[in-house]
Nanobody, 116 residues
Framework: QVQFVESGGGLVQPGGSLRLSCLAS????????MAWHRQAPGKQREWVAA???????VYADSVKGRFTIFRDDAKNTMYLQMNSLTPEDTAVYYC??????????WGQGTQVTVSS
């Protein structure tokens, strides 16, 4: 039922930075654990950063220390600040609940390409 629109992706060189945005169709961040997920060609989708309703954060080992997840409840927007990007970060990035149900809506995602 909740819809998400991701934006902010693009082409960046290794070592560069990007900030992704996720606009939700309704207030959700304060009542659900949210996450940024990513999927690269030929690989399974994985979550890389999670944000609890209370503001706690958890990161996958692959991005810990480089990515930061945060939100602005007034704007119904969640962000992912990505620094020190590497080619291994190349993927389509999505926002959604951490635990996504079969019938939950997935947005189109935003493409992040890290290449020289």
């Amino acid at each position: 039922q909740v819809q998400f629109v991701e934006s902010g992706g693009g082409l960046v060189q290794p070592g560069g930075s990007l900030r992704l945005s996720c606009l939700a169709s309704e207030s959700i961040f304060s009542i659900a654990t949210m996450a940024w997920h990513r999927q690269a060609p030929g690989k399974q989708r994985e979550w890389v950063a999670a944000l609890t309703a209370g503001g706690g954060t958890v990161y996958a080992d692959s991005v810990k220390g480089r990515f930061t997840i945060f939100r602005d409840d007034a704007k119904n927007t969640m962000y992912l600040q990505m620094n020190s990007l590497t080619p291994e970060d190349t993927a389509v990035y999505y926002c959604n609940r951490l635990l996504v149900g079969t019938n939950d809506y997935w947005g189109q995602g935003t493409q992040v390409t890290v290449s020289s």
